[in-house]
């Protein structure tokens, strides 16, 4: 057993866990200071959680945590053990990060009245944000997790599993969302996807490949 924390501590980069951080860190600040504000939301787990939450009553804290842990689970058995760790530093930079972010009025409080501009806005955040994480070795969401796993073992490019899964989720999400709003949500899911995978191209990861056409 400390053979094995010795190994994983070999292995695990100082770098790719300030990336990890940082990059979490700012896609806190996208989802408070514009996310929060226009309603315009994101597919994958999250919106699989307010689905689940409308139709079946599921609190989001325990359908979000069920389905982040399978998507993480998933994530550790392909990936490896760092990708856990990398995982875990994005994750908690996350939570405290967006709790800070909190503590401070939104900076452009006309978003909410703006929503084609905070889709657009919002992607950037989003796809900037994960996009880092991803390229670090490590996934701040189950919904980030499930998309490397799944790059990992069919080679698909990596902005398309993001794409499908987002879109099948806003889709599921019309029998309780207006379609204007979901039109603003589809946006930015395909912008935050396309990002993603330009930025998988500019750096590929030593030990996960995202990318191929």
């Not at 600040?29 to 699989?48: A, D, I, M, P």
């Not at 875990?88 to 503590?103: I, K, N, P, Q, R």
Request: charged share 10%.
């Amino acid at each position: 057993m400390g053979k094995q924390l010795l190994l994983l501590f070999q292995q695990i980069r100082a770098r790719s866990c300030v990336i990890a951080l940082c990059s979490s860190a700012f896609l806190a600040f996208g989802l408070y200071q514009v996310h929060s504000l226009s309603g315009v939301t994101e597919g994958g787990v999250l919106g699989l959680t307010l689905l689940l939450e409308h139709w079946w009553g599921i609190s989001p804290s325990v359908s979000g945590g069920l389905l982040n842990l399978v998507c993480y689970a998933v994530g550790w058995k392909l990936l490896g053990q760092t990708f856990l760790v990398y995982s875990f530093v994005a994750t908690a930079g996350f939570s405290l990060s967006y709790h800070f972010w909190e503590c401070f009025e939104p900076f452009w409080p006309q978003l909410a009245d703006m929503p084609l501009a905070a889709a657009v806005i919002g992607a950037l955040f989003v796809g900037i944000g994960t996009g880092f994480c991803v390229r670090a070795g490590g996934a701040i969401s189950g919904d980030d997790a499930l998309a490397m796993s799944i790059a990992h073992v069919t080679r698909i490019n990596i902005k398309w599993i993001y794409l499908l899964s987002d879109i099948a989720v806003l889709m599921l999400s019309l029998s309780y969302i207006p379609v204007q709003r979901i039109a603003y949500s589809l946006l930015t899911v395909v912008l935050s996807g396309q990002i993603i995978g330009v930025m998988q191209k500019i750096h590929k990861p030593e030990k996960v490949d995202m990318c191929r056409d």
